[in-house]
């Protein structure tokens, strides 16, 4: 199979095949399980600038429905990386008088709250409604549009010029990702930097973390990859950073071209990605192999604990528990409940694989034998949180193994 690019539109080859899928996020009520939305999830690297890429189209308004499920604030970990984002912001870029700083799918204010209290000027440009109206009661200031070139065109006729664009694990998501680089050279004043944080291949492929790809991640982005498309629409790469939240991501920093000198570290991360190999489709190949065992070794795992008449649960229902569900075939039949701590997922089940998302006081009620860790990014917070759970975890990332 083979598309074009959405950057570049050189070629892109499919190298991961993780089948058929529903919607990461759609947690569908048990009773409208009917014309449920399915693609098939393959992955691919482009030839010209290794932008990592699904090679389905999904339109987004499939995706960031009114009743989009996903709360940023729900684990404390984030809501502190954010308020720390906010505070070196405002220690940085935001310093001087009039500063402005938009962010780009804002979700419920988590990073913005800090920028609001600090009475700096800001927008959170935001389509999801529940999560808009969340971030507003916070006194933040909402647009409840998609993020683009017509966007930002109207944000700098209405409020002028940005000083910080800023976004954390949206900007991967947003398939037009050509329209909102033009947006943002379009927006930020001559100094201003476009500054996001998105999940990192380069921790994907350690980690064998195949569940990070779903169809809200229409690209999992390298600092090779995210170099070459700045250029192609005069920004510059200027800093990239890595960070430990979301089990590896990798902060960006964008200028205008010649704006800014790029850091030490965009040179040394360029060296090490070549070195690891994450420009070359061989790389995804053998991803796509180390899926095959983990999703093997999970089912004969899962099946062998059902003949023994062990009780699993899952817990945390992530995006990424339909990923690994559906690729694996694992249902209730298997994995009978699995608990989160979001009301929004609760009462309604994984998409595909139908497994009933519950809340966590039924896990701690229920006891069971095992519980398959599916909030693996989370693993220190829930491990901590549930230290009375006297069974045993089941962890799959970066391979099967009980804890
Ligand atoms: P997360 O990994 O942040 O997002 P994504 O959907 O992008 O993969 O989702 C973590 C999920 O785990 C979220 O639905 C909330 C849930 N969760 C709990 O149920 N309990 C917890 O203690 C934590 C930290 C998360």
Known sequence: METSCRICSGPVKGSVDLGVQPRGNAFPKPGELAGEFFYPLIVGMCDSCAMVQLMADIPQEVRYHDQYPYRASNSTVHSAHFAG???????????????????????DGVMLASIAEAGVRHLGVEPSQEVAELARSRGIEV????????????????????????????IAHISHLDSVLK???????????????????????????????Y???????????????????GLDLVDAEPLAIHGGSMRYTLAKRGARRPTPAVAEL?????????????????????????????????????????RVAGYGA?????????????????IPYVCDSTPSKQNRVVAG????????????????????????????????KESDFTGRWIVYIPQVRVL
């Open 85 to 107: 984002v906010a505070h070196r912001l405002l220690r940085t870029e935001l310093t001087g008088r009039d500063r402005f700083i938009v962010e780009i799918g804002c979700n």
């Open 143 to 170: 647009l409840p549009r998609f993020f683009d070139e017509e966007t930002a065109a109207d944000i700098r006729a209405g409020h002028g010029p940005a000083d910080v664009i800023f976004g954390a694990n949206v």
């Open 183 to 213: 947006g943002a050279v379009t927006l930020l004043g001559p100094d201003g930097v476009f500054v996001f944080e998105e999940p990192y291949l380069g921790a994907v492929v350690e980690q064998t973390a195949f569940d990070l790809f």
């Open 215 to 233: 169809d809200e991640h229409s690209f999992v982005f390298s600092v090779s990859s995210i170099r070459a498309a700045a250029r192609l629409f």
């Open 270 to 310: 360029l060296a090490a990605e070549r070195a690891r190999g994450l420009d070359r489709h061989a790389t995804l190949e053998e991803l796509n192999r180390r899926a095959e065992r983990v999703r093997d070794d999970l089912t004969s795992l899962l099946r062998s604990l059902r003949a023994d008449g062990k």
């Open 318 to 334: 992530p995006a990424k528990i339909t990923t690994v569900t559906n690729y694996c075939g694992i249902g209730a039949d298997l």
């Open 353 to 384: 694989s139908h497994i009933p998302v519950v809340p966590p006081s039924v896990f701690r009620q229920d006891r069971p034998d095992y519980a398959v860790l599916f909030a693996w990014n989370h693993a220190e917070e829930i491990m901590e």
